[in-house]
């Protein structure tokens, strides 16, 4: 198949290459003495604000830098939270409405011009400040979600008129003193306490934030157990050790024999482990493998399925590489890949029965079992909804109604007004022009490839598709603003519950995490009333009926669910994968590269 010549010439290189490799390589920065991490992002970072950042690069630095009132437990399956700036989880009362936060005394903001030279402690202060800004209108937070209409009076920011006024008292947001934070709801909410351990709830100082007007991103400062050192970007990030980091280990382990040995070596131990991280993007899948194969990166995270025949054989890690040392692991993220489409545009967009019909058809076109086995080698598996399996809600006796049948897509589209054809054999739209669609992609190897899945299947129906490329950075932002037409995306959970996937189809949410900008009333009202119950059970039906509807008018062709292939070095110590954080960076240890 085309795929496979596309792929293997380029496989059978880097195996070449491989064969040579017989020892690692030690980083000159160990050489010098400082114990250091090696790791690397896949995609660039935007700037380094929690309340504005939402991929994964950029959350990965972030949840290293800031600090949230709650963690996960590192080693706890399945997942549970503890206090993490907060002393211990929150008092609740009035049947789950109210909560109440102690927060740790003494916990320290890294230096920082705009604090004059004196030492910033954390007070309650700075998380209403923090959670007010995802309320700020000239951000866009795409994390306004998470409070918008559950907090009590939050009314008062949301219809604000003129500047934002971040003094405004809010009655379910108030510090009653320097280290308690209580939080009033509406409504009981199950996933409250979720929010509270993301990034995007972190604590910034206000005196930062204003002392860099518009560019907070660009300094970020925060209370975490790293601080940024120097920073290239898009292609260098250094993490240094914050001295005054608060947290000592804790963790409930379980019944598994890794996570056990874990908890004996970290025990009351201070966090972080190692005094600098280094961090590199690396888009290039085969400069991913090459670099973690020269020992040049610590551990490499979802083995670019093009690329798992220099990793396995017969499903297990090949013998020279298990003779190095090397470790493999198999993970299944809370993620799910999909094609998303831009229900504003002129061409591909609306509610009408001609515009569905054209994206049931592109859905139908999508052959996803082709997709894993050549592309994924089959490192995936095929999704029926956008919750992934292990989320909160998920049904494993879903089918989705939109399966692989080029035949009926053709006859849908001739029955429905797109029957007549260009000189080409391209086909019309309804009114007589062209039908032509554009998709962004990546400009790497592998967006090159998806590039070649997605024109195979708009030829098999008859449609003109072209391709432009850019830093899925530069595409997010262009796609907030409804500027995509058609974009490849995964999504991986925020907290462990279907409400995270649903509600990037909540209309509210356009111009948010709502690419698609999906808009109709009757999704919406099942969210909400979903959002409204506690109870998973009782959620199940809603969410069903909620993926009819997503199945019904196609504003995602929903792919895969991946399954990952991890390595790491043999000098890596206390690395576990964890289901929603990003990172383990802050537990995580080295012996001499040379063993």
Same mark, same amino acid.
């Given at each position: 198949?085309?795929?496979?010549?596309?792929?293997?010439?380029?496989?059978?290189?880097?195996?070449?290459?491989?064969?040579?490799?017989?020892?690692?390589?030690?980083?000159?920065?160990?050489?010098?003495?400082?114990?250091?991490?090696?790791?690397?992002?896949?995609?660039?970072?935007?700037?380094?604000?929690?309340?504005?950042?939402?991929?994964?690069?950029?959350?990965?630095?972030?949840?290293?830098?800031?600090?949230?009132?709650?963690?996960?437990?590192?080693?706890?399956?399945?997942?549970?939270?503890?206090?993490?700036?907060?002393? /211990?989880?929150?008092? @609740?009362?009035?049947?789950? $409405?109210? +909560?109440?936060?102690? %927060? !740790?005394?003494?916990? *320290? #903001?890294?230096?920082?011009?705009?604090?004059?030279?004196?030492?910033?402690?954390?007070? /309650?202060?700075?998380? @209403?400040?923090?959670?007010? $800004?995802? +309320?700020?209108?000239? %951000? !866009?937070?795409?994390? *306004? #979600?998470?409070?918008?209409?559950?907090?009590?009076?939050?009314?008062?920011?949301?219809?604000?008129?003129?500047?934002?006024?971040?003094?405004?008292?809010?009655?379910?947001?108030?510090?009653?003193?320097?280290?308690?934070?209580?939080?009033?709801?509406?409504?009981?909410?199950?996933?409250?306490?979720?929010?509270?351990?993301?990034?995007?709830?972190?604590?910034?100082?206000?005196?930062?934030?204003?002392?860099?007007?518009?560019?907070?991103?660009?300094?970020?400062?925060?209370?975490?157990?790293?601080?940024?050192?120097?920073?290239?970007?898009?292609?260098?990030?250094?993490?240094?050790?914050?001295?005054?980091?608060?947290?000592?280990?804790?963790?409930?382990?379980?019944?598994?024999?890794?996570?056990?040995?874990?908890?004996?070596?970290?025990?009351?131990?201070?966090?972080?482990?190692?005094?600098?991280?280094?961090?590199?993007?690396?888009?290039?899948?085969?400069?991913?493998?090459?670099?973690?194969?020269?020992?040049?990166?610590?551990?490499?995270?979802?083995?670019?399925?093009?690329?798992?025949?220099?990793?396995?054989?017969?499903?297990?890690?090949?013998?020279?590489?298990?003779?190095?040392?090397?470790?493999?692991?198999?993970?299944?993220?809370?993620?799910?890949?999909?094609?998303?489409?831009?229900?504003?545009?002129?061409?591909?967009?609306?509610?009408?029965?001609?515009?569905?019909?054209?994206?049931?058809?592109?859905?139908?076109?999508?052959?996803?079992?082709e997709d894993i086995r050549v592309l994924d080698k089959g490192l995936a598996l095929p999704a029926q909804s956008p919750l992934?399996?292990?989320?909160?809600?998920?049904?494993?006796?879903?089918?989705?109604?939109?399966?692989?049948?080029?035949?009926?897509?053709?006859?849908?589209?001739?029955?429905?007004?797109?029957?007549?054809?260009?000189?080409?054999?391209?086909?019309?739209?309804?009114?007589?022009?062209?039908?032509?669609?554009?998709?962004?992609?990546?400009?790497?190897?592998?967006?090159?490839?998806?590039?070649?899945?997605?024109?195979?299947?708009?030829?098999?129906?008859?449609?003109?598709?072209?391709?432009?490329?850019?830093?899925?950075?530069?595409?997010?932002?262009?796609?907030?603003?409804?500027?995509?037409?058609?974009?490849?995306?995964?999504?991986?959970?925020?907290?462990?519950?279907?409400?995270?996937?649903?509600?990037?189809?909540?209309?509210?949410?356009?111009?948010?995490?709502?690419?698609?900008?999906?808009?109709?009333?009757?999704?919406?009202?099942?969210?909400?009333?979903?959002?409204?119950?506690?109870?998973?059970?009782?959620?199940k039906p809603i969410y069903r009926q909620m993926m009819q509807l997503i199945d019904a008018y196609n504003p995602w062709v929903?792919?895969?669910?991946?399954?990952?292939?991890?390595?790491?070095?043999?000098?890596?110590?206390?690395?576990?994968?964890?289901?929603?954080?990003?990172?383990?960076?802050?537990?995580?240890?080295?012996?001499?590269?040379?063993?």
């Amino acid at each position: 198949m085309k795929y496979d010549r596309l792929c293997r010439p380029l496989l059978a290189m880097l195996l070449s290459i491989l064969s040579c490799i017989t020892a690692a390589v030690a980083p000159d920065a160990a050489a010098e003495g400082v114990k250091t991490l090696h790791l690397l992002l896949t995609n660039s970072e935007t700037g380094l604000d929690p309340a504005v950042a939402s991929d994964i690069s950029t959350e990965s630095l972030n949840e290293n830098i800031f600090d949230p009132l709650l963690h996960y437990d590192y080693l706890a399956r399945p997942v549970q939270l503890q206090g993490n700036t907060a002393q /211990a989880m929150p008092q @609740v009362s009035e049947q789950g $409405r109210t +909560y109440l936060f102690t %927060l !740790k005394k003494g916990i *320290l #903001f890294a230096p920082d011009p705009a604090f004059k030279g004196k030492a910033r402690e954390l007070t /309650a202060f700075d998380y @209403v400040y923090s959670i007010k $800004r995802l +309320y700020d209108p000239a %951000l !866009k937070s795409p994390w *306004l #979600f998470l409070f918008e209409g559950k907090i009590v009076g939050d009314e008062v920011l949301r219809t604000h008129a003129g500047k934002f006024d971040y003094d405004a008292p809010l009655a379910g947001l108030v510090a009653l003193d320097r280290y308690t934070l209580r939080i009033r709801l509406r409504r009981a909410d199950a996933n409250f306490p979720f929010y509270l351990a993301m990034s995007a709830t972190s604590a910034l100082a206000r005196e930062v934030v204003e002392a860099y007007p518009g560019q907070t991103g660009n300094h970020p400062v925060g209370t975490g157990a790293f601080m940024l050192g120097q920073w290239q970007r898009a292609s260098r990030i250094e993490l240094l050790a914050n001295p005054n980091y608060h947290r000592l280990f804790h963790a409930t382990p379980g019944t598994d024999p890794a996570a056990q040995a874990i908890a004996r070596a970290l025990e009351g131990q201070p966090l972080p482990r190692v005094q600098r991280i280094e961090v590199k993007i690396v888009e290039e899948h085969q400069a991913r493998m090459l670099g973690f194969f020269n020992g040049q990166f610590d551990y490499l995270e979802q083995v670019p399925p093009a690329m798992s025949e220099m990793v396995l054989a017969g499903g297990k890690l090949k013998p020279q590489l298990a003779a190095r040392g090397i470790r493999m692991s198999l993970f299944t993220p809370l993620q799910t890949y999909y094609m998303w489409m831009n229900m504003d545009d002129p061409v591909l967009g609306g509610y009408t029965p001609q515009r569905i019909a054209l994206r049931r058809a592109i859905a139908l076109s999508y052959n996803r079992e082709e997709d894993i086995r050549v592309l994924d080698k089959g490192l995936a598996l095929p999704a029926q909804s956008p919750l992934p399996p292990n989320v909160l809600g998920y049904d494993p006796a879903y089918r989705s109604s939109v399966a692989y049948d080029p035949a009926l897509a053709n006859a849908l589209l001739d029955r429905y007004g797109y029957q007549r054809r260009d000189a080409d054999g391209y086909r019309l739209q309804p009114n007589g022009q062209p039908l032509a669609l554009l998709m962004h992609t990546l400009p790497s190897t592998e967006g090159r490839l998806r590039d070649e899945v997605w024109r195979k299947a708009l030829a098999s129906i008859a449609i003109r598709v072209s391709f432009k490329s850019d830093k899925k950075t530069e595409v997010i932002k262009a796609a907030r603003l409804g500027r995509v037409q058609m974009f490849e995306l995964n999504w991986v959970a925020d907290f462990p519950d279907g409400d995270n996937f649903f509600q990037l189809l909540y209309g509210p949410n356009a111009g948010r995490a709502n690419y698609a900008r999906f808009n109709l009333p009757a999704y919406n009202a099942l969210y909400e009333q979903a959002r409204a119950l506690g109870d998973v059970a009782a959620r199940k039906p809603i969410y069903r009926q909620m993926m009819q509807l997503i199945d019904a008018y196609n504003p995602w062709v929903i792919r895969t669910y991946p399954i990952s292939v991890d390595l790491r070095q043999p000098w890596l110590k206390n690395y576990m994968r964890h289901p929603v954080e990003f990172t383990n960076w802050r537990y995580l240890d080295i012996e001499d590269r040379r063993h």
